[in-house]
């Protein structure tokens, strides 16, 4: 559990004991209202809920919670997914075990960790970063569990580190070796036109790094003097990276004699030359000797722009993540997605250089301090005091389908009897087919939708961005609200007599105010938004009619019909879009 | 610049305001029938094939000289092959073939496409990608100091997706040419009970459109709201719920992502029941069974074929739908997987095909690939890259099939073709084979532009395959 510091007589000002005015370390600022908490806590963790609203504002004032929320959030070590999935290999492994069926057991341990993991930030940002640095089950990584769970572990690890340490173990992992063919990527053979795979060079420019266009450093496209956006990257420097990212492949014991590129092997299970969780290892005779032409910007390190020849492969591959590291793209490219998945789809141009700036150095230095990058993200006033005026209209983001999930159930503290989270047996077909996505099973390397995305209209005409709207399509509606409303039905079966792995909200204190439709109805907006006065006049005046009609007896048992009123009420305010907006 | 694009532009810097096609009163005229709408349906059916086909591997050049540079080209003869063996492919007769013409055959898997092909039902886009006016390899090679215009960033799945989706050339297009045709067409069209643009495979920019939104369900269609059932409270829950999204989407105080979830959760409430209702009650096809383990691309293409065979109860005359597969983008494994993918690809066009002509509509509905690329000639070790120019299919009783349309290149690597790495570069653009289909579809001639942007650079504004 998060430390609470000691309310010495109330919030505000310093930590001290005294508080005579001579004393006390700073002016006192306001304390965060529980809107503001709601607001914080949706951007940090996987929902906010009132408990975790309460203990921020416990921890001090507008002026210092946030920091020290923050500061004990990064203390926390990671939850991972790959002990859940190394513990649930049968031991010994049966002949015709279907070894995909592992990657349920990485996705209910994600869900255990959002909905009750205390590293919150940090699994939330490795989330952010799942969405940039895919790798996913469907495709090549169905058999390879162990790897996609570890990818994301290594994600968690570094999600607070330095980007050059996440670039470079990225880059390595046999996950996203598999998923975008750098492992096994063969050097050229000239007589039969064998050229090395590009796909990794190409997207690891494209998407973990710089992108396509180059960009200001508050993340505006550079224009030539047509108008035309100026390109990042060309074939010749993808072809060049791709002749870098050539003679690696599975880990493996050099003692053994089978251990040579063309032999080497995943192993499936934790054991000897368990190497789906090891970086992939370099054998020489398949790398590319010659020079390779990388990146070109003002400032390079490499003259001309061109890694030289016979240097070996682990040096060329320094060389090379090291000129994409120090692109000038990569800040505002990298920093205005994470504004974009943690804060607001609409950043001002100014935002996103405040926090490219820190990209650039964290004020000691340093380049690519990924906690320092986050804490600008985060503490920004443009994030923690959203725009005013004409801007307001664009001020947040829509939450994403799995998030309005997570929220809702930590919201309302969901459990299954057997004690598993999210397991499969809760979404008809799956998570991904109810809520259009899932952790780590993106239909490629695209993620479930695009930074880019517009939806034609007024979001579209004014230039503006919603990139989660991607995912809000009339079928994807119909099965979150259909959904939704399995959920708030399902409180009225009594435990030991319901699905063991399914999961059950908590609507006791709910149903306490069922009587009276406007306590009821401010009461699962206080949970839901953090306050009724959120709610949109018609949403409330709806709510409550709706409430009403279910007439609540007198002389016969209540529960039935305070049950289908707290339903209603739910129901409403789950499938609004005041509860679709991230403020 | 083109002055359709410089139009697009300035709407889109206008910022919310909505603006008009801009039809002529002849246009109009010409197209309204006595009750307003088309007095006939059609329906055209977009399959997407995501990642990139191989698609040199689906028509192969069976005649002595050209498949030899095909097989040299992809490593024939090598453990890095990618080439089909000559004795392998299913040998097609193209109409009008002369003796001495080069010969080609299909995929070993695709039997179904070999007989549509046979029976006129089906024709090859020879070598078709994006482009926005015809280029030749030099000009590629020199585009920058030539001044020529290339389509952004080929190579790249998600713009080359965009482009196919958009052709949008270097505009900055947030419509699809599919949307565009919905818009031309509104009048007929616009009070149909179910938009002309549905899509059974996500969002895409393909069915964007200014004034004709697209409706997005699934596989097996539209579910209902399970918790509108017609008795009980349900009916006023539902009416409490659309009054909800009505009092956001006519409030300027709240956010615009607000209004545009509750625009969509709006058409879903509205849609969901008529139109799942309609699925469940409608023919149950032979060709594309209720029962059975059909594909997710037959899957798709059932609710389609279900959706037509209801057209006259939903009122429709106009549609086009959005399929898709995925699992192209064949870097790796090319060999071991190319089989499958192209036997799925091809029994689910003649399934589909045999299904439509089981409800008589064979030639009302026209079903057509698109890619984000062809892959290129040359092996990476075991699967392909990125490309440009590739193979599509267009299937249909309307189609005049049992032809090529456009070139089929010579598939030699640093060829006359070859734009380096065995990447061919079209000679049939994307907006030439959009606009064909347009045509057929009722878009008259002087709004082929406002579909296909570039059409006006190309001197073949139709391509003739179809009737």
């Known amino acids: 559990m998060m430390a609470v510091l000691s309310a010495c007589g109330g919030g505000g000002g310093g930590g001290s004991g005294n508080t005579s005015p001579a004393a006390s370390s700073a002016p006192s600022a306001p304390p965060i209202s529980k809107v503001e908490a709601f607001r914080f806590l949706n951007q940090t963790t996987f929902g906010a809920t009132e408990a975790e609203a309460a203990r921020l504002i416990a921890l001090g004032d ?49 869900f255990a960790n959002a909905l009750t993991g205390q590293d919150q930030l940090r699994q939330r940002v490795a989330f952010a ?104 990257y060309d074939q010749d420097a993808i072809e060049g990276f791709a002749r870098v990212f050539t003679g690696w492949k599975w880990d493996c014991p050099s003692t053994l004699p089978t251990c040579t590129f063309a032999n080497t092997r995943p192993q499936p299970a934790p054991g000897p030359g368990y190497n789906q969780v090891r970086p992939m290892r370099l054998y020489p005779e398949q790398h590319e000797p010659g020079s390779k032409e990388v990146l070109a910007y003002s400032g390079v390190a490499l003259p001309n722009a061109i890694i030289p020849a016979g240097q070996g492969g682990d040096k060329d591959l320094q060389d090379a993540l090291d000129n994409v590291f120090n692109h000038p793209n990569v800040g505002p490219f990298i920093g205005k997605q994470l504004i974009q998945k943690l804060v607001t789809s609409n950043p001002s141009a100014a935002y996103v250089q405040r926090v490219a700036e820190k990209f650039n150095n964290d004020g000691a230095g340093r380049r690519g301090n990924l906690e320092a990058v986050i804490k600008a993200v985060l503490l920004d006033s443009e994030a923690r005091n959203p725009p005013a005026g004409v801007a307001a209209s664009a001020a947040g983001k829509l939450k994403e389908p799995l998030l309005r999930l ?164 739910i129901f409403f305010v789950v499938t609004s879009p005041e509860f679709a907006l991230q403020r | 610049m083109n002055r359709l694009r410089r139009k697009f532009l300035k709407a889109a810097a206008a910022g919310g305001a909505a603006y008009a096609f801009g039809r002529t009163a002849d246009t109009v005229h010409a197209q309204m029938s006595g009750t307003g709408g088309f007095a006939d349906y059609k329906a055209l059916v977009c399959l997407f094939l995501f990642g990139g086909n191989d698609s040199w591997n689906m028509v192969v050049p069976t005649s002595t000289a050209e498949y030899n540079a095909y097989a040299r080209s992809r490593g024939g003869g090598t453990a890095s092959s990618l080439a089909i063996d000559r004795t392998a492919l299913l040998p097609v007769t193209l109409q009008g073939q002369s003796a001495g013409d080069p010969t080609f055959g299909v995929h070993p898997s695709m039997s179904g496409t070999r007989e549509l092909f046979s029976a006129g039902r089906l024709a090859v886009m020879a070598n078709v990608g994006p482009l926005i006016r015809p280029t030749t390899k030099t000009q590629y090679q020199s585009a920058a100091t030539l001044g020529h215009a290339l389509p952004p960033q080929l190579f790249s799945h998600n713009d080359q997706q965009d482009q196919w989706h958009s052709l949008r050339g270097r505009a900055m297009l947030k419509s699809g040419w599919a949307g565009r045709v919905a818009d031309v067409l509104n009048a007929q069209t616009g009070n149909q009970a179910l938009s002309v643009n549905v899509s059974l495979a996500g969002q895409t920019y393909f069915h ?202 010579v598939l030699e690597t640093g060829g006359a073709w070859d734009v380096g790495g065995g990447r061919i570069i079209p000679t049939t653009s994307a907006d030439q084979f959009a606009a064909t289909l347009a045509s057929w579809f009722g878009v008259p001639d002087q709004d082929l532009a406002k579909v296909a942007p570039s059409i006006n650079n190309f001197s073949a504004r139709n391509l003739g395959f179809m009737v």
């Open chain 1, 62 to 110: 507008s002026n210092t919670a946030y920091t020290r929320w923050f500061d004990a959030q990064i203390g926390l070590e990671a939850s991972l997914l790959l002990p859940a999935v190394e513990a649930a290999y049968p031991n010994p492994v049966p002949a015709n075990f279907n070894i995909g069926s592992l990657n349920a057991v990485r996705l209910e341990r994600w």
């Open chain 1, 129 to 232: 970063l799942s969405e940039i640095f895919v790798v996913s089950q469907v495709g090549a990584l169905q058999n390879l569990p162990n790897a996609t769970a570890d990818f994301h572990d290594m994600l968690a690890r570094n999600a607070l580190g330095n980007f050059r340490k996440l670039l470079e173990d990225v880059t390595l992992h046999p996950a996203m070796g598999v998923y975008l063919s750098m492992l096994g990527n063969q050097r050229a053979v000239a007589n039969t036109n064998l050229r090395p795979d590009e796909n990794y060079a190409r997207e690891m420019m494209q998407l973990f790094s710089i992108g396509l266009v180059q960009l200001n450093v508050d993340g505006s496209v550079k224009l030539d003097a047509s108008g035309q956006p100026l390109p990042t």
């Open chain 1, 406 to 569: 997570t929220q809702f159930w930590r919201a309302y503290d969901a459990k299954a009897d057997s004690g598993r989270s999210g397991a499969a047996v809760n979404f008809t077909g799956g998570v991904n087919a109810v809520f259009g996505q899932a952790q780590g099973s993106s239909p490629s390397v695209f993620n479930f939708f695009s930074p880019f995305y517009a939806p034609p209209g007024e979001i579209a005409d004014a230039g503006r961005v919603a990139p989660e709207m991607q995912l809000a399509t009339e079928h994807l509606n119909t099965q979150i609200a259909n959904f939704f409303w399995t959920q708030v039905q399902a409180r009225t079966q009594a435990a030991g007599t319901r699905g063991a792995d399914l999961m059950y909200i908590n609507t006791a204190d709910d149903m306490m105010t069922a009587n009276d439709s406007e306590a009821l109805i401010n009461r699962v907006a206080e949970r839901l938004l953090g306050s009724a006065t959120l709610l949109s006049p018609t949403l409330k005046a709806q709510a409550k009619a709706q409430i009403e009609r279910t007439v609540v007896p007198t002389t016969t048992s209540p529960t039935t019909a305070l049950g289908t009123r707290t339903a209603d009420a």
């Open chain 2, 208 to 409: 964007a459109g200014e004034i004709a939104k697209p409706y997005v369900m699934g596989a097996n269609g539209p579910t209902a709201f399970t918790a509108f059932p017609t008795t009980g409270v349900g009916p006023s829950r539902r009416a409490a719920f659309e009054s909800v999204l009505n009092g956001t989407l006519s409030s300027a105080s709240n956010t615009v992502y607000e209004r545009a979830y509750a625009g969509v959760q709006q058409r879903a409430v509205q849609f969901a029941d008529r139109l799942s209702n309609a699925i469940a009650s409608s023919y149950s096809f032979t060709a594309l069974p209720n029962t059975g383990n059909l594909s997710a691309l037959q899957q798709q293409l059932r609710t389609v074929a279900k959706i037509i065979s209801m057209r006259h109860n939903l009122g429709l005359s106009r549609q086009i739908f959005f399929v898709s597969a995925g699992g192209f983008d064949q870097h790796d494994d090319l060999v071991a997987d190319q089989p499958g993918l192209l036997a799925n690809i091809s029994a689910s066009i003649r399934a589909f095909h045999d299904a439509i002509n089981e409800i008589g509509m064979g030639e009302n509905v026209t079903l057509f690939t698109h890619s984000d690329f062809g892959r290129t000639l040359t092996s990476n070790g075991d699967g392909s890259d990125h490309a440009w120019g590739g193979i599509q299919l267009v299937a249909g009783g309307a189609v005049r099939g049992g032809r090529f349309y456009g070139t089929y290149p």
